[in-house]
């Protein structure tokens, strides 16, 4: 999940893996798989690299839990 920000200030947290597309601009168009979609203040830049984090973060979460020895594939 990563939290982006509407026009008027508010935080929404979207989950990162149904974003379908953006669409760049003064504001970001955010559409998701489910057909939601939100205009935020976070460009398509910011809301890439916070994905890339989230997706980073959920790695590292998988390999702490990997028991000792055990070969990634």
Do not use: C, F, W
């Not at 760049?24 to 398509?44: C, D, H, K, Q």
Request: avoid cysteine.
């Amino acid at each position: 999940m990563i939290t982006l920000h509407k026009l008027n200030g508010s935080e929404i947290v979207v989950n990162a893996e149904l974003i379908e597309n953006m669409e760049p601009g003064r504001e970001t168009v955010v559409a998701l798989t489910n057909g939601n979609r939100y205009i935020v203040s976070e460009s398509a830049d910011v809301i890439t690299q916070k994905v890339l984090e989230y997706r980073a973060r959920l790695l590292a979460k998988v390999e702490a839990l990997r028991p000792a020895g055990a070969k990634s594939s």
